[in-house]
């Protein structure tokens, strides 16, 4: 095995990298989230403080998964902070240096020693006004909460302050995923409330010059950290609470604006107001939520169906005009198919393996990357083999941009069977619909009554 292959967990990747391949790496990142994922949505994108020195915290659901929603959305890409052991992993280790990681060396992994060498290059990146980015939980964790959050991005930016950095930016961001190992599933990121540190030194720290060794500032700093950080990541009790509260802000939602489709940030934005509101009110709400998600169990069918068969006939001209853009577009999501439905197949194959060491986020997002960039060299390779190279690359953009046609049809053609069976299934009920409405009523009452309080 070659050496840059298989590289050691002593290795450190060297700043600072050319900011064209951030570029390239985030346009990639972007790319690949928009095959991974059906939607990915930003709150509060960007307002300015990439251009500073900064350290990104961020919760951690999944594995590879949250790194790769991280490096498409900036125009730079961070460094990463990962663990030690995935530099012993044949690949892995090379990619981590490629785009700049940092190794920790934690406890459970064999010992610390080795991190002064971390902070070190911590402190050199930000010197150098790069972009750190961290998951100060320090592990994926499956509860639908952020976990306890650790000193070590208090201690880099500390460090990285008490050595000379200024403008220093520390940016929590809270990642929600709809179903951590779904295929096509929906992903929003959310942007909070930036500590400015030169301004946290004079309020938060009274006016100090704290160091990573001021054990006070470190721990004022870190509980700071995690209140921004808890308010845009998740904050469930349990996964029953996260879908009775979801599902009560996605009913909401729809009576508001009218429409079937309900955007994913928006329906968990609203279900992380309601999760902060009294325990009292939380259970009031929930249990609408589930009974009324009973009582649609019940008569088969869903919610997007009640609504849309209280619809006028406009609804039906919708359907038409989205059915007609499918049929348009179906010739070339055939060909989509037909040129990647083999990697498609092995990467359902992939996600039932269910491997110990990785979770199955990353068994999707490793199989995906590997399944289809092969299929594609292969699809390269036979046109460069049968004509030339010229129409070699014109197949390698074709069948990824036609695999991308396909997807989108796929997407929007299952999306608007459900909603039209839904509808019919609904306008069958007739009188039988009036409950339904009523209990429905009382449930958004509820989410109204609870987000005023």
């Known amino acids: 095995m070659p050496a840059w292959w298989a590289m050691t967990d002593t290795d450190v990747a060297k700043p600072p990298r050319p900011r064209v391949f951030d570029r390239l790496i985030a346009k990639a990142s972007r790319l690949l989230a928009k095959g991974v994922y059906q939607s990915v949505e930003v709150a509060n994108p960007e307002p300015g403080w990439s251009r500073h020195p900064a350290l990104i915290v961020a919760n951690h659901p999944t594995g590879f998964s949250d790194p790769a929603l991280l490096l498409g959305l900036l125009g730079r890409s961070p460094r990463f902070l990962a663990k030690s052991t995935l530099w012993k992993t044949p690949g892995v280790g090379w990619f981590l240096n490629r785009i700049g990681a940092i190794p920790v060396h934690r406890a459970q992994d064999g010992g610390t020693t080795g991190n002064a060498e971390m902070f070190a290059s911590a402190y050199d990146a930000l010197e150098h006004e790069e972009i750190i980015a961290v998951f100060p939980e320090g592990e994926v964790h499956a509860e639908p909460s952020l976990g306890p959050v650790k000193t070590g991005a208090a201690r880099i930016v500390l460090g990285a302050y008490d050595a000379g950095v200024s403008g220093l930016q520390v940016v929590p961001i809270g990642i929600h995923l709809e179903e951590k190992a779904a295929i096509r599933s929906r992903a929003f990121v959310q942007v909070g409330d930036v500590i400015d540190l030169d301004t946290a030194v004079h309020g938060l720290l009274a006016g100090e010059k704290p160091s990573p060794d001021d054990h006070e500032a470190v721990d004022r700093l870190t509980s700071e950290i995690e209140v921004r950080l808890r308010h845009v990541s998740p904050g469930f009790d349990d996964e029953a609470e996260a879908e009775a509260l979801s599902f009560a802000g996605e009913v909401a939602l729809r009576n508001s604006v009218g429409d079937a489709h309900v955007s994913y940030a928006d329906r968990e934005l609203v279900a992380g107001e309601l999760a902060r509101r009294s325990e009292e009110t939380q259970a009031a709400v929930a249990g609408d939520a589930v009974h009324y998600e009973a009582a649609l169990t019940a008569a088969g069918v869903g919610d997007a169906g009640l609504v849309a068969a209280q619809r006028g006939s406009r609804l039906s001209w919708r359907y038409l005009g989205a059915s007609t853009v499918l049929v348009l577009l179906a010739p070339f999501a055939l060909a989509g198919v037909a040129m990647n439905i083999l990697p498609y197949l092995l990467l359902r194959a992939a996600m039932r393996l269910k491997p110990k060491s990785m979770t199955p986020s ?92």
């Open 362 to 453: 990353t068994v999707r997002l490793v199989a995906a990357v590997v399944a289809f960039l092969g299929m594609w060299m292969i699809w390269a390779v036979i046109a460069w083999r049968i004509w030339n190279g010229t129409v070699a690359v014109i197949v390698l953009v074709a069948v990824p941009l036609y695999g991308a046609v396909a997807v989108y049809v796929l997407d929007r053609a299952v999306r608007l069977w459900r909603a039209w069976t839904q509808r019919r299934r609904a306008r069958r009920l007739g009188p039988n619909a009036e409950p339904l409405l009523a209990e429905r009523a009382a449930l958004v009452a509820a989410v109204e009554q609870a987000l005023r309080s």
